[in-house]
């Protein structure tokens, strides 16, 4: 899995031949692979293999390999960044500081510049080499550009140089250091350059023993010791310094320095006692390294305890899940993922195939997405049932109107037009010819007393016809309404039925959602004690950082002052070189008091954990 760094008497000649070839195999694979894929950085195999997911981890940077990290990695990462064309890694970032530097290259020194990356893609290290120092004689104080020559030296093919260098690496060390406050990640740069000078000493410390100049191999290791601890404070997110530094203590029989080291990244990544295990530097340590392995295993720290805690929650997180999100959502498939992936941290827990960091973020990602997933699905749940429930109502209200409406209409519906004209009909032609007829039959002559008679009884008639016609065609045109109006109070009535189900429904789904939420509420109290005990240090083991004066310097020289009790001086000299240690083996509750002096006037202070460097 990892790259052995040590060989017999200590060739470091065959690691170098291992980064040629890593760096050679590289540059075919992924021409090859770029005709493939459009995903090269992705799917990235071949010639390789053990640097892998380095290559898809670069765009989070070097520090997030740990274990894995390789010391010529950062040479390879460089020309393989240009070589798939995608801007990430230090690439990225090289842009990045160029267009924020205040003194930027001139012309010609930026086309060196750029001559030289492209060199260096093709594999041609000395070429490069020739296009960055020509580059350098024109800017020798851009820290990027020595970077680069530093590592040329370090790592290139053909061009290694150890003195260079170093000399090289520190120059980058001091240039990134004087850019402080204006160049992000200057830091990372600083560190960076100090981590290779250390390696460029652990080197030529490995060569001094090989040539068996024993008595100049304590001197060379204790400088390594001393980038380290340089760079260490400058990046503690980069584990390597800290693995690096066990390296350099374990030659030199410091074997305590090698338990801190070790017991600092055992709650970080553990593949690194699986690091370990394949370097022979560490054989005069191998009971140390596994008292510390087996300790790690049976007394979580601080950041194990967290996944612990995690996993506890993931475990509901996924509970939750499941009973809230229903078969036809689009998210049981990601569910059974990531309750796959639970499962495997939970088995690899045990195990020193772990990386703490990057499983703990993991975990929280998956518990967030879950929370989202089980969130978005009730709450669409609960939305659903209140629709549901203010359609039935706004049913229920739109039937009772058309009832109104259908009263209205059928009650005006009274047949007595019909009625009218049927009346109209009789007394004027039915009713005359009627008794006309019968006058005739009986011999009545007609007169007026007979004219009378046949009105008075057109008239009866009328009157009696009126009536029945009317009744009979009022019941004739209100018949549909009233069936409409049946089949409307059959609606309400079922509107009155489901109300209650819809209205249990809705308070089920709101106490759901709400129950969820206080469990919600209740894992961020845990989480929000869970970064809080990362600050939970040994008392006096803390330390306080002025990172940023504020805007006012007298209120900052007053409050270091304040602070620490140190003279005028001394407290101008802190405000003048940020970041400046203010505070150092404190404990936690003085050191979060002085962080909200700091805080009060503006200026930014942190609190630090003890590391060991």
Known sequence: MFRVYYYGLRKWDNYLLDIDQDIQDAGENTQQLARESKDIHHTVRGGFEDIRSGIEGLQYGIEDLRAEFQWGFSLLADRLDTQISIMTGIAKKLDAINAALDAPLDKQARELFRIGLVRLRDGLDDKALESFLQSEKKNDVDFVLQLYIGKLYLYGKGVRNLRKATDHLLLAARYAEAKRGRIDDWNRYAAEAYFHAAIAAYIDGEKALGEGKQHDLVPILETALGFLSKAGPLWPEFLEIAYTRAKCCALLGKGEEVRQCFAFLSDKDRRYFLKAAEDKDFDSCRNILKGIAEYALSNPGTLAQQIIKRLGIASESILWAKRSILPSDEFPTSIEAIEMGITNTKADFATLDFDLIKRDLLLDGQINSLINMTDVSLTSQLKIAQSAAAKNDETQRNLQVQVCSQTKEMNSRTGVATGCGMA??????????????????????????????????????????????????????????????????????????????????????????????????????????????????????????????????????????????????????????????????????????AISKFKAIGAIAEIEQARPW
């Open 424 to 593: 109209a009909l009789t007394y004027f032609v039915i009713g005359p010819i009627l008794l006309f007829i019968f006058g005739t039959i009986y011999s009545n002559p007609i007169n007026s007393q007979s004219i009378n008679q046949v009105i008075t009884g057109s008239f009866v008639l009328a009157v009696i016809v009126w009536f029945i016609t009317t009744q009979i065609f009022k019941g004739r045109e209100q018949a549909p309404f009233r069936s409409a109006i049946v089949n409307l109070h059959a609606g309400i009535a079922k509107c009155d039925l489901d109300e209650p189900a819809f209205a249990r429904e809705t308070e089920r789904s709101y106490n759901k959602l709400h129950d969820f939420q206080a469990w919600r509420d209740s894992i961020e109290h845990i989480e929000n004690a869970a970064s809080n005990l990362q600050l939970q240090i040994v008392p006096g083991d803390c330390s306080v950082t002025l990172t940023g004066a504020g805007p006012n310097r007298i209120d900052t020289v007053k409050t270091i002052r304040e602070v620490t009790g140190l003279d005028l001086r001394e407290a101008l000299n802190l405000a003048d070189r940020l970041p400046s240690v203010i505070l150092t083996e404190v404990t936690i509750t003085k050191a979060k008091e």
